[in-house]
């Protein structure tokens, strides 16, 4: 519903829309929509659900202004506390090569169009996104940011890693319950490469190291805050007892060889 909205204010007042969500600088209304998509994952991602939802909820019940509440959550919670910046998403950010503390933008966007291709895209039904966030946006601003030829070659990728069939082994694969790129990690234990989830409502991105919420850090990832510090505190026992196991095994190793 924040999407149509969105999309309707965007057709009648172009920058008075953007500028509610602090993002004029965004030329390219499909960059902002991908904002606007991003800017709603944060809070669930890193831990903050209730930031999010409780607002929208209130928002829905009292007949407010879905959009005013939408933005005044990405105002004062996504830039000022998170630090999201509308600049992460701007392509003439992107297209800047010098080294920067915010290089990082452009390194993921690299990554993404030349090796996995995580095109997060709009499904059919039931999107929380803008559907013009679709395959051709993404092959658009790949070929806006890097040059025309860039592709992600996403077969050489697996065929170098493995795919599904993981061409590694000892490696504990961890992720917090609510983190929506869970799904893009393994999730079935086998024997050398084991997979755990930790389970709880504010359990997000690397919340087996940095506690709950993940977003402001918490100094020494301290898992009181997550709604069942248990959860945490046992899959970050299960983690020491691995490495632990196959450190030992390498020191055996190491030993018969001497």
Same mark, same amino acid.
């Given at each position: 519903e924040i999407n149509k909205l969105v999309e309707l204010?965007?057709?009648v007042n172009n920058k008075a829309m953007k500028a509610l969500f602090n993002a004029t600088e965004l030329d390219v209304d499909a *960059?902002?929509?991908?904002?606007?998509? *991003?800017?709603?994952?944060?809070?669930?991602?890193?831990?903050?659900? +209730?930031?999010?939802?409780?607002?929208?909820?209130?928002?829905?019940?009292?007949?407010? *202004?879905?959009?005013?509440?939408?933005?005044?959550?990405?105002?004062?919670?996504?830039?000022?506390?998170?630090?999201?910046?509308?600049k992460t998403y701007s392509r003439k950010h992107l297209l800047d090569t010098r080294i920067t503390p915010e290089s990082a933008d452009r390194l993921w966007w690299f990554q993404t169009c030349t090796e996995v291709a995580y095109f997060q895209v709009a499904p059919a039904n039931d999107s929380i996104r803008s559907h013009q966030i679709n395959t051709e946006y993404h092959l658009d601003l790949c070929k806006s940011v890097f040059g025309k030829g860039v592709y992600p070659e996403v077969d050489a &990728?697996?065929?170098?890693?493995?795919?599904?069939?993981?061409?590694? &082994?000892?490696?504990?694969?961890?992720?917090?319950?609510? +983190?929506?790129?869970?799904?893009?990690?393994?999730? &079935?234990?086998?024997?050398?490469?084991?997979?755990?989830?930790?389970?709880?409502?504010?359990?997000?991105? %690397?919340? *087996?190291?940095?506690?709950?919420?993940?977003?402001?850090?918490?100094?020494? %990832?301290d898992s009181k805050n997550c709604s069942s510090p248990d959860a945490v505190n046992k899959v970050r026992q299960h983690i020491i007892e691995h490495i632990d196991l196959w450190l030992s095994e390498c020191r055996g190793v190491l030993r018969s060889s001497m």
């Amino acid at each position: 519903e924040i999407n149509k909205l969105v999309e309707l204010g965007l057709k009648v007042n172009n920058k008075a829309m953007k500028a509610l969500f602090n993002a004029t600088e965004l030329d390219v209304d499909a *960059d902002f929509l991908y904002l606007i998509a *991003d800017a709603q994952v944060v809070a669930v991602q890193y831990g903050n659900p +209730d930031k999010l939802c409780v607002p929208l909820v209130e928002a829905k019940k009292n007949g407010s *202004d879905l959009v005013e509440a939408y933005a005044k959550y990405v105002r004062e919670y996504c830039v000022e506390v998170f630090g999201l910046s509308s600049k992460t998403y701007s392509r003439k950010h992107l297209l800047d090569t010098r080294i920067t503390p915010e290089s990082a933008d452009r390194l993921w966007w690299f990554q993404t169009c030349t090796e996995v291709a995580y095109f997060q895209v709009a499904p059919a039904n039931d999107s929380i996104r803008s559907h013009q966030i679709n395959t051709e946006y993404h092959l658009d601003l790949c070929k806006s940011v890097f040059g025309k030829g860039v592709y992600p070659e996403v077969d050489a &990728t697996n065929l170098y890693y493995g795919g599904d069939k993981i061409a590694a &082994t000892k490696i504990v694969f961890t992720n917090g319950s609510q +983190d929506p790129w869970r799904h893009a990690s393994k999730q &079935t234990s086998s024997p050398d490469l084991p997979s755990y989830i930790v389970n709880c409502h504010n359990c997000g991105h %690397g919340s *087996d190291l940095r506690g709950c919420p993940q977003s402001p850090m918490i100094i020494e %990832g301290d898992s009181k805050n997550c709604s069942s510090p248990d959860a945490v505190n046992k899959v970050r026992q299960h983690i020491i007892e691995h490495i632990d196991l196959w450190l030992s095994e390498c020191r055996g190793v190491l030993r018969s060889s001497m």
